[in-house]
């Protein structure tokens, strides 16, 4: 196994696991101990995780920590994938719209075949995606670049997202709370996602039940101002709360 295989594998472990140890570590991909320790160093340098005595804590659950690209990608990849495939299905030819910045809304990117849309997005990954499909055109705003998450923010930013109108926004989230409503960890992204869903006459969430149930720092949204979730899976009582709330659910 390569060391980024690797990489990527120690930390989907203890995104799932929330904390773990060495000895499991060690014992999950049959190597040493001492492997196990170097790799845990690196991935805390790179704010992956968060290495404490005889192992490391997950940060997907902090309310503020922001998660980076790379971490994020690794996390409920299976599921990520089918909901992009079934969300990207959703866009009509003539289509404007928004696809928020994430590991979820790219996995719409890499699905999007409808002939004649243009595209409005925040994120540096997502616009590269999209730059060698000749049926999209793209836009993007200004704005402050977000290194760990390829992400424009700032005033610009939100400014741009204040002053257009689009058919359809698919909206990422950090967390979404039956109660709370939808939350991120980052402020200045929050208030983003607020204009964007201004901006949008749909707005259809496309998040994976990890998120399910999970408060952030920020508040973005109460589940009314959401017209659709597009998910992997829902209990009966999650179910029944939305459409009290008039949201649809897609189960991939």
Do not use: W
Not at 75 to 83: E, F, G, L, P, V
Not at 111 to 140: C, R
Not at 229 to 235: A, E, F, K, M, R
């Amino acid at each position: 196994m390569l060391q980024f295989e690797r990489h990527q594998q120690i930390v989907a472990f203890v995104n799932e696991k929330k904390q773990t140890t060495t000895d499991q570590l060690a014992e999950f991909l049959s190597v040493s101990k001492q492997t196990i320790r170097r790799d845990i160093d690196v991935l805390s340098r790179n704010g992956l995780l968060r290495k404490v005595h005889g192992g490391a804590v997950s940060l997907s659950d902090s309310p503020l920590h922001e998660i980076p690209y790379a971490s994020k990608v690794s996390i409920n990849a299976t599921a990520k994938q089918k909901i992009g495939i079934t969300a990207a299905k959703m866009v009509d030819s003539e289509d404007v719209i928004i696809l928020d910045s994430g590991s979820t809304t790219m996995e719409i990117a890499k699905n999007l075949t409808t002939p004649n849309i243009t595209v409005l997005t925040n994120d540096i990954q997502i616009s590269i995606e999209l730059a060698s499909k000749d049926n999209i055109n793209i836009i993007m705003p200004g704005g402050l670049l977000e290194k760990s998450v390829y992400t424009l923010t700032g005033n610009a930013s939100i400014d741009f997202f204040k002053k257009i109108h689009v058919n359809k926004l698919f909206l990422g989230c950090d967390a979404f709370d039956m109660a709370f409503g939808v939350s991120d960890r980052n402020a200045e992204s929050a208030a983003a996602k607020q204009a964007m869903i201004r901006a949008a006459d749909k707005v259809i969430m496309t998040t994976d039940y990890s998120k399910l149930g999970k408060k952030a720092f920020c508040y973005v949204c109460s589940l009314s101002d959401i017209d659709t979730l597009v998910t992997n899976q829902c209990s009966d009582q999650e179910l029944r709360h939305l459409q009290e709330q008039n949201v649809e659910v897609v189960l991939t």
